[in-house]
């Protein structure tokens, strides 16, 4: 079961770094981001399971608030970038400058 669950967080990892590093729209790359986190998030909690680890489902959820804290500062930086007129493509951003 062990060789189950790395196989699939690390195909969750990989299709998020795929995300952050091919796309270009910022928000495919903030949900890429996130994609990562949940696959750290998700092997952390299966192992804290595993042995009985109270300290790693601690981790676990400061990770899940951090992850959140991270979507809402991104979004909203998306947000004031679309509300500004400007293209959501991250190759044509250089400064985020109102």
């Given at each position: 079961m062990s060789a189950q669950i790395w196989?699939?967080?690390?195909?969750?990892?990989?299709?998020?770094?795929?995300?952050?590093?091919?796309?270009?729209?910022?928000?495919?790359?903030?949900?890429?981001?996130?994609?990562?986190?949940s696959s750290v998030n998700i092997s952390l909690v299966y192992h804290a399971g595993l042995f009985s680890d109270g300290q790693a489902l601690a981790a676990a959820l400061l990770i899940i608030a951090v992850a959140a804290a991270e979507a809402v500062v991104g979004l909203s930086l998306i947000l004031d970038v679309y509300a500004c007129g400007r293209a959501t493509d991250s190759s044509e951003l250089r400064e985020l400058r109102g």
């Open positions: 196989c699939v967080t690390g195909l969750l990892f990989l299709a998020g770094l795929t995300m952050v590093v091919v796309r270009r729209q910022l928000l495919a790359m903030l949900l890429g981001v996130e994609l990562m986190i």
